[in-house]
Nanobody, 121 residues
Framework: QLQASGGGLVQAGGSLRLSCAASGRTFSGYNMGWFRQAPGKEREFVAAISWSSGSTYYADSVKGRFTISRDNAKNTVYLQMNSLKSEDTAVYYC????????????????WGQGTLVTVSS
């Protein structure tokens, strides 16, 4: 089970940190990802991290602004979002896939509930 939290309202240029707490099982060997869905748009990939190796992957739109990380002891994945823009407004979802190197949404079988991030300009 994945539980996302940390969303809220922030001004453009501000920061937020999202958390995704995993419970009920270990996600060792999995890829953990963040996706987002803006109003009227399809859900899109944001970032992912290999639970085992710590390798990270980012969408071009967030590179240099967002950082994904994990805390193995807390079984939690984070998404630090800096320099937020109005176009970052979306519902953010965390997800997990046993396919270690996949970034395809279709491969992510475990999903948390979304957390809303609203960036005001």
């Amino acid at each position: 089970q994945l539980q996302a939290s940390g969303g809220g309202l922030v001004q453009a240029g501000g920061s937020l940190r999202l958390s995704c707490a995993a419970s009920g099982r270990t996600f060792s060997g999995y890829n953990m990802g963040w996706f987002r869905q803006a109003p009227g748009k399809e859900r899109e990939f944001v970032a992912a991290i290999s639970w085992s190796s710590g390798s990270t992957y980012y969408a071009d739109s967030v590179k240099g602004r967002f950082t994904i990380s994990r805390d193995n002891a807390k079984n939690t994945v984070y998404l630090q979002m800096n320099s937020l823009k109005s176009e970052d407004t979306a519902v953010y979802y965390c997800a997990a896939t046993p396919r270690a190197y996949s970034l395809r949404e279709a491969d992510f079988g475990s999903w948390g509930q979304g957390t809303l991030v609203t960036v005001s300009s």
